[in-house]
């Protein structure tokens, strides 16, 4: 959806995350290319939206998925939506020409423990609930508690078409329905397919896939290994105090060694 041409898929899925039907959908947006943020991101690195752009009336749009929870969504959202919200203020401007940003992260995790799998923010006084303004917007599509939503109604709510096609879970046959339902998901379906056969896209989609399976053989070894270290050092803290209860019972030195595999010397220590 961020590519130019993109246009008719990426409204089709913006008018659903946001809830525009009817009279009030979105009708036009244009796609911004350059998707790269300066390298003063979250570790020092080059910060990439998976999309951006402008909706009509100038209304400034990021999207960005976000396969693995790397424990800073919170901070890296307001980052995404504060960057996009201050560049688009050129000098000399009166600050009431800074736009409307609406940031939408797609999950494949679960970052917040409650609610729904579509959780929306704004800025509001925390009594009244007072909106202060509108030009701060953030979605999280949490794609873990979709999976788990036992009933899912592709009929009568868009979002839900679009998050069931998304869904790499989803049966075929549903695929196959929401496709025939959705006019902009059929487009996204077609791209998705010119996709798969283009040799660089390909490429990039597999590095990206090698990257997640890498992070996740890492993350196992490091629970695999901290497991191992934690129940050596509980074995080890256990033979201490097996060894200091005998010592206390006036048992001889080569006896506790024998029986908890401490040295002689290691014992007389305690």
């Known amino acids: 959806m961020g590519e130019k041409g993109d246009e008719p898929q990426l409204?089709?899925?913006?008018?659903?995350?946001?809830?525009?039907?009817?009279?009030?959908?979105?009708t036009s947006v244009e796609i911004l290319e350059n998707k790269s943020l300066v390298a003063q991101a979250i570790g020092d690195k080059t910060s990439i939206l998976d999309v951006r752009a402008v909706l009509q009336g100038g209304t400034r749009i990021n999207v960005e998925v976000q396969l693995r929870n790397l424990h800073n969504m919170d901070k890296r959202?307001?980052?995404?939506?504060?960057?996009?919200?201050?560049?688009s203020l050129d000098a000399g401007q009166d600050y009431k020409e800074l736009p409307r940003v609406i940031t939408i992260n797609i999950l494949n995790f679960e970052f917040l423990p409650a609610g729904d799998f579509h959780t929306c923010f704004h800025l509001r006084e925390d009594?009244?609930?007072?909106?202060?303004?509108d030009v701060l917007e953030i979605h999280y599509l949490d794609m873990v508690k979709w999976r788990k939503l036992e009933s899912k109604d592709i009929v009568n709510k868009p979002l839900h078409r679009w998050l069931a096609w998304f869904d790499p879970g989803s049966p075929p046959e549903l695929v196959a329905e929401v496709v025939k339902m959705d006019?902009?998901?059929?487009?996204?379906?077609?791209?998705q397919d010119h996709i798969s056969s283009d040799e660089d896209a390909l490429l990039i989609y597999e590095m990206r896939q090698k990257a997640q399976w890498d992070h996740i053989s890492e993350m196992n070894y490091a629970r695999e290994e901290g497991m191992k270290e934690g129940l050596e050092k509980g074995t080890?803290?256990?033979?201490?105090?097996?060894a200091s209860n005998?010592?206390?019972?006036?048992?001889?030195?080569?006896?506790?060694?024998?029986?908890?595999?401490?040295?002689v010397e290691e014992i007389d220590g305690i």
């Open 11 to 26: 409204l089709g899925f913006l008018n659903a995350v946001l809830g525009r039907t009817g009279e009030n959908r979105f």
């Open 77 to 87: 959202s307001l980052f995404y939506w504060s960057r996009e919200f201050i560049k």
């Open 127 to 133: 009594q009244d609930k007072t909106l202060l303004t």
């Open 183 to 191: 006019n902009t998901i059929l487009k996204a379906q077609e791209r």
């Open 236 to 242: 080890q803290e256990e033979r201490f105090r097996t």
């Open 246 to 263: 005998f010592k206390k019972l006036g048992v001889s030195l080569e006896i506790i060694a024998q029986a908890t595999g401490l040295s």
